[in-house]
């Protein structure tokens, strides 16, 4: 009974995620960014037909571009989960939607599963299409395949369930709006961090690299965020420009451990479950 009413609700949510305008705004600007991407990459295969750039130099500019382009969708994409997790916890309990459905036998952990589920289901898929989308942009443009698709999809989808986690969590404390806006602020705050602690380990300084490293244990966005970047990126290019290129916030030089990825894993737990509690203490 349990596992149907977590599915059931889980097709609740997939469904009214779909019917809200934010899923058309989010549709206008990903088809937007694909077009300015398209004639962006055109361009780049004209400067190489006509001699400017070695074959070499191209492949890096488009490896390098794509990350450019696919952390603008990750940003839309953070953009909309958290506008749309928001409203889950606290806007439901603010219009009584939340005591119609609990006031019957079912557990509000079931609930909170259902609509995590639901969510995680729609922003999952949103990156399969959109970051499937911009990789065929680019083979069409100027004939780069990047290396992992795969794995860089499923690493910004990763990404996405973080940041939705969090925007449930901060929903069952805040109003719908102050929740998105500090979700996708922190996420903001951690991709700066992740760039000044790339600038420190360029420059040598130890303690303005660990600036980085503590943003993305706090928060596994940027850390998803560069090893999405990794699986992106052309590997003779990044072996033949990668030195001067050192510190570029566009450049992942390594990929993600395994030990990093379990730690993504019980991040996303241990969110979860705070939030399953404060949802479960709160009056209705």
């Known amino acids: 009974m349990t596992a149907r009413t977590v599915l059931t609700i889980a097709g609740l949510t997939l469904r009214e995620a779909s019917r809200r305008k934010v899923l058309r705004s989010i549709g206008v600007l990903t088809v937007a960014l694909l077009a300015l991407s398209a004639w962006g990459f055109s361009r780049l295969a004209a400067e190489a037909e006509f001699g400017t750039l070695t074959s070499g130099e191209s492949r890096l500019v488009a490896s390098q571009l794509l990350n450019l382009v696919m952390f603008g969708m990750s940003l839309i994409t953070a953009l909309g989960t958290a506008f749309l997790a928001g409203p889950t916890v606290s806007g439901e309990i603010e219009s009584g939607i939340a005591l119609s459905v609990l006031a019957r036998p079912v557990r509000r952990w079931a609930v909170l599963l259902g609509k995590w589920l639901g969510l995680v289901a729609f922003g999952s898929g949103f990156v399969a299409v959109a970051g499937l989308a911009q990789c065929v942009v680019v083979q069409l443009t100027v004939g780069y395949w990047p290396p992992e698709p795969v794995v860089a999809l499923l690493f910004l989808a990763a990404q996405t369930v973080v940041l939705l986690t969090l925007a449930l969590l901060l929903s069952s404390a805040l109003s719908p709006m102050a ?30 690299a660990q600036v980085g490293v503590i943003s993305r244990i706090i928060l596994p966005t940027d850390g998803l965020w560069r090893g999405a970047m990794h699986a992106l990126q052309d590997p003779a290019a990044l072996a033949q420009f990668g030195f001067e290129m050192e510190g570029f916030p566009f450049l992942s030089e390594a990929p993600l451990t395994p030990v990093y990825l379990a730690w993504v894993v019980v991040w996303v737990a241990m969110v979860w479950g705070l939030t399953a509690l404060a949802f479960s203490r709160r009056d209705v």
Do not use: P
């Open 179 to 208: 929740s998105g806006v500090v979700a996708v602020g922190l996420f903001g705050a951690t991709w700066i961090a992740g760039v000044v602690g790339g600038i420190g380990q360029a420059l040598g300084n130890d303690g303005v």
